[in-house]
């Protein structure tokens, strides 16, 4: 299994645009790509510019599919201006 966290920050007044958008990005991972067993976005209403990513893979080969998927790039392309800041990180369990 592979495991990747995303924290974003926003720039202000985007976090609405940013949701809906993560929203659909989550949905279409889930759907098309097989390889892709769980993204949860999570936000905290105390922190509006903080969005914190929770995405579980097969492997690290279904991810690096996630990042060339058409429906991945369009969604980085679209938030890339609502973006302030993002570190991603990747976790990997042996079963």
Request: overall charge negative; glycine content about 2%; charged content about 35%.
């Amino acid at each position: 299994m592979y495991c990747v966290t995303v924290n974003f920050t926003l720039r202000p007044a985007t976090r609405a645009a940013f949701m809906e958008r993560m929203r659909q990005q989550a949905a279409e991972s889930l759907e098309r790509e097989p390889g892709c067993r769980v993204f949860d976005v999570w936000t905290d209403e105390d922190r509006e510019d903080q969005i914190f990513l929770y995405e579980v893979y097969d492997d690290r080969a279904a991810f690096d599919a996630h990042l060339k998927s058409a429906h991945f790039r369009s969604f980085d392309a679209e938030v890339a201006d609502m973006v302030a800041a993002k570190e991603v990180q990747t976790w990997s369990r042996k079963t």
